[in-house]
């Protein structure tokens, strides 16, 4: 064997080659590509400032990869299993920055058969962005109000659960998209009886790591380094995904088909659409996400390119 | 006129333009062969090629094709004497894969096949099988590339292909830093297990598992203020060892000449 990278055991969620659909891969690429462009960016930025963190944002970020492929022991079933790692790392080194460190693990992992390289950009989703983002939040939220440690397992734990879901989601979103939740709640409830056993271990290594290093060397629990002007974006992000999600599930319940919020977005961004237009055939051939997908960026882009010139603009009337 | 050239063009013209390509293709990479001492496919190529075949994979409606695919795979295998890693590294994805052929036949699909106890549905079996066998051929494909090509050569054939500078910097790194990090994590473990530092209850077992990981990180960051002073005494500067133009000769040559 040629390659020296150290082989994974156990059970864990990265979708392999040949699994998702050509245009679910895209989706998730396109997706994965602006957070991989904004750690990108950040990671920059701090080399600039401070070349150091160049060798030390590589170094904590080897360590993770090793801790996210250790063993650890799994209660209830009795077996040991290997931990996400991304939200302790996105307590470590900033959720953007683990955007790209778990990019480059999981470029890594996909040669050892743990994971795919055209589902790269949705592992790094359901991994990189959900789980550490995930996790990061829900530690920033606990952080003031319980202990340290405790909040640092909450973070481990939410960031497993949020990963495996979205993986699951990710499953049933390419391969039955004709009945979403339904398959959706058979992939998740497929993955429990080795995730949530998997989740709670990692309350405690995570929670047990932190207070460890508070401890000893207090100093490597940085900072996000995340600006204001992309936390109330990733705010309002979060908060309008949850509502979408939650209206969507409620109509589920009610015995909708889930095909209303489908209709509101056509509905609102393109009231006119010809049917036998370029836009409307475009979609038919690619896939609808992938045509929402290009219209959400197109719109992101402009509107934060002349952000501050609208913003003055305003401020002026 | 005969008949048959009269029908839909299209298959015929994309087998044409696929095959002379690809014949283009393979007398390059046979002339590249012959210039780099027998090397049968430069790094950069093989995971181009992997890469390429994978999507076409993907893309694949058929389950032969895959399946063939995965057969020419295991002949190499069985030739390069590798069929125990091979086996190891493919488990994962064939449980994955088992799971997702499960779930689409118990519950997609409405012709009914009734194997006594157990109720299938015939399309639902079509299209587990039908990524069953994609899933096998594209990991086989990347098990085979693991397997003749190192990270260095990767590293360096993504260079080529353009992937930004801090990207291949921090890979390299922690391409190097893996396999020093997982040694110590090892060490330490082996040393609390002959302390029977993992026996007991669970709760003990996870406290000396985090205490390695938290010895682990607070270790990595102070190595990585000892790397840094180690790569200024050599020179180092960002984006010093990938950058594009420290890596073209024609352009040290055109100094020498000029000075000349």
């Known amino acids: ?73 799994v209660p209830v079933t009795g077996s040991s299993s290997h931990p996400v790692g991304t939200p302790l790392a996105a307590i470590l080194i900033g959720p953007f920055a683990t955007v790209v460190i778990s990019s480059i693990a999981l470029f890594f992992q996909a040669f050892v058969a743990h994971g795919g390289l055209t589902t790269l950009g949705a592992n790094t989703f359901s991994m990189g962005i959900a789980g550490a983002f995930g996790g990061y939040s829900i530690y920033r939220m606990l952080k003031k109000i319980s202990p340290l440690w405790f909040s640092a397992g909450m973070a481990g734990f939410s960031g497993s659960i949020i990963t495996y879901l979205t993986s699951a989601l990710q499953l049933s979103l390419s391969l039955n998209p004709e009945n979403v939740m339904y398959y959706w709640k058979i992939y998740s409830l497929g993955f429990i009886p080795t995730q949530l056993p998997l989740a709670i271990a990692e309350f405690a290594l995570t929670g047990y790591a932190i207070k460890y290093i508070s401890e000893t060397k207090a100093e490597v629990i940085g900072s996000s380094g995340i600006d204001r002007f992309t936390k109330i974006a990733m705010i309002a992000m979060l908060l309008i995904v949850s509502i979408i999600a939650m209206g969507a599930y409620i109509g589920h319940l009610r015995g909708g088909n889930m095909a209303g919020v489908d209709g509101t977005v056509e509905w609102a961004a393109a009231p006119e659409a010809v049917p036998g237009g370029i836009g409307v055939e475009l979609m038919a051939r690619f896939g609808e996400p992938i045509g929402f997908a290009f219209v959400g960026i197109t719109g992101g882009l402009i509107t934060g390119y002349f952000w501050k010139a609208w913003w003055k603009g305003w401020r002026k009337y | 006129m005969p008949d048959w050239l009269m029908r839909d063009p299209l298959n015929g013209i994309v087998l044409t333009i696929a095959f002379f390509i690809a014949m283009m293709v393979g007398r390059y990479l046979r002339e590249r062969r012959s210039r780099a001492d027998g090397i049968l496919i430069e790094p950069g190529t093989r995971l181009i090629i992997s890469f390429l075949l994978i999507i076409a994979v993907t893309l694949m409606e058929n389950w032969y094709f895959p399946a063939a695919i995965s057969v020419f795979c295991m002949v190499i295998v069985l030739r390069l004497k590798v069929l125990r890693d091979y086996i190891k590294k493919i488990i994962f994805p064939f449980v994955l894969a088992s799971f997702i052929l499960a779930v689409q036949s118990f519950t997609y699909g409405v012709n009914e096949i009734d194997l006594g106890t157990i109720r299938l549905y015939s399309e639902g079996l079509e299209r587990g099988l039908l990524i069953f066998s994609k899933v096998f051929a594209s990991t086989s494909i990347l098990i085979l590339l693991n397997m003749t090509t190192s990270e260095s050569d990767l590293l360096t054939s993504m260079h080529s292909l353009r992937v930004p500078g801090v990207i291949l910097e921090m890979s390299s790194f922690m391409c190097r830093y893996i396999k020093t990090f997982s040694d110590e994590g090892r060490t330490l473990k082996s040393a609390q297990e002959s302390r029977c530092g993992f026996s007991g209850s669970f709760t003990n077992k996870i406290k000396n598992m985090a205490s390695i990981c938290g010895l682990l990180i607070t270790r990595a960051f102070s190595r990585s203020e000892e790397v840094y002073r180690a790569m200024l005494s050599r020179g180092w500067k960002p984006g010093l060892q990938f950058s594009s133009n420290a890596m073209k000769p024609h352009r040290y040559e055109s100094n020498n000449n000029r000075r000349t």
């Open chain 1, 1 to 73: 064997m040629k390659s020296s990278l150290i082989d994974l055991g156990g059970f864990s969620i990265h979708i392999s080659d040949g699994i998702l659909e050509p245009q679910w891969c895209l989706f998730w690429f396109a997706i994965s590509a602006i957070f991989l462009g904004l750690g990108l960016r950040i990671i920059n930025k701090r080399i600039r400032d401070d070349p150091i963190y160049l060798p030390r944002i590589s170094l904590i970020g080897a360590v993770v990869f090793v801790i996210s492929v250790l063993h650890i022991p």
